[in-house]
């Protein structure tokens, strides 16, 4: 079949938004449960205008007692401020449903495993938390990381691959790698890694036009967001300032300094929330939250829990089957080739290539420096995750150069590792196998509401993944509107 509107903005557009909803729609179907410590100065501003995290004392060990009083969680604020935007949208019916929660009856089991599920069951919120968790998925996690899927999609489409291989490469990335898995719930990695690769993206133009001063801007806002999220952004102001000077090749030397500045302009507003907030809530503008907070065992090494970079810890990130970049999604190791790869239809240029790479290498660096990469079993693969778009990009690349069958078989394996790990959100491919054959594929929501007093029926899981597939083919399968005629979507997306 012929591409029907392969050069038509519009209808890039229109395979744009059906991977943002496909991959919306997974990630709000596998939404997990879990409260974390981006979600209480979250629920602080939405229940009482504050960051100061009091009230939850004692919930978790990542809350701890500030210098100068008040409480706080032991990381940037960036995941948490983003949020608490659909919470104070809400703030009305969460509060309803507080009061609802709190008049029912209490039943605790004697024999709990710890997770904080069942703190909020104890104090009668157990169904108020699940609804913050899912917010925080459908509503910030989910838009983001397909928003940025669909952006990818669009730039590759705008870059001249055709609308078949750019909805491809998009979905993949979106559904074949661990970005699914950690999309489940409220992170600041991942957030740090959308910002990253959508500066990136941002900054790049395939026909080598003149950047211009809002890209530089733009690409500033979004890289000085990633540090606000966590100080492992320093890699993307780094890598997405060194691409904006590189952008700007051959353009006069006041132009390129101008460009810079401009990026520095859009970092800024970032780096002056991080600092407000330190300053606010620990007295030092420049001191990070670890600096205040009981040392752990991993932690105390270094300068709070951040040394030197060493051998064994780049290698479990890499291989470690609890959290492991490599063993979470082993077709990613593929992309290390791409510089030897050169003979295939669609090839990211050598210098985006090399910056790819630059962003791949100092993220490995600085995850294998930061000993808090040792507490990754508890909740699997995290601080690599910023990396997977540009070294999915890289692997699919290398992917072209395979017979179409093994490109399939690699896809399809890809994909089938990310659903069952995503479904059951264990730590490995194993447990999340033993945990789908054990519970007879009941998500991780549904057993939590199991354990809240809701009965889950053993036709649950069947009807929401019949649901799920019926939708996601109502995406696909629905007309395409082009000013003028209706296109049949088959044809919007085959060639």
Sequence with gaps: MVEVCAAHP?????????????CWLVYTVFWTPYIVREHFPALT?????????QRYLGWTEDIFQGPRGGAYINNNPGASLVGAIPLVLIKP????????????????????????????????????FLLVAFVTVALVMAPATAGTAA???????QAGVPQVSAAQAAILYGLATPVLYRTAYLNHNLLVGDAGITALLLLWDPWGKPLAIKQAILAGMLSGFALLCDYSGVVVVVVAGLYTWLRSVGLCMGQRWHLLLAFGVGVFPGVAALGIYQEWAF???????????????????????????????????????????????PALMLGLAAPFVTRVAHRIPTRETGILLLYFGLFVLFCAANQYSRLQPLTGLRYLVP???????????????????????????????????????????????????????VLAWMARLSDAGVQIGGAVPWVTFGLLGLTLALIWLMPAIR?????????????
Aim: glycine residues 6%; contains cysteine.
């Design 45 to 53: 501003i939405a229940e009482q205008g504050s960051m100061n995290v």
């Design 93 to 128: 019916f969460l509060a309803r449903v507080d009061r609802w929660n709190q008049q029912r009856p209490r039943y605790i089991p004697l024999n709990t495993d710890g997770e904080l599920f069942w703190h909020t069951k104890r104090e009668g919120r157990e169904f108020y």
């Design 387 to 441: 990396v997977v778009p540009g070294i999915a990009l890289l692997a699919m690349q290398v992917a072209q150069s395979f017979p179409r069958l093994v490109g399939a078989a690699i896809a399809i394996a890809s994909l089938g590792q990310s659903f069952l790990m995503a479904a059951a959100h264990e730590n490995s491919l194993r447990a999340s196998v033993d945990a789908l054959l054990t519970r007879r594929l």
């Design 151 to 157: 952006y990818l999609c669009l730039r590759l489409s």
């Design 283 to 329: 007295g030092s503008l420049f001191r990070p939250s670890q600096h205040y907070m009981t040392p752990t065992a991993p932690t105390s090494l270094g300068y709070r829990g951040f040394d030197w970079p060493t051998p064994a810890l780049l290698w479990a990130n890499f291989f470690d089957p609890r959290f492991g970049l490599f063993a979470y999604c």
């Design 483 to 495: 000013p003028g005629r209706v296109v049949p979507a088959t044809k919007v997306i085959a060639s």
């Design 10 to 22: 519009h209808q890039r557009s229109l395979v744009a938004w059906r991977v943002f909803f496909t």
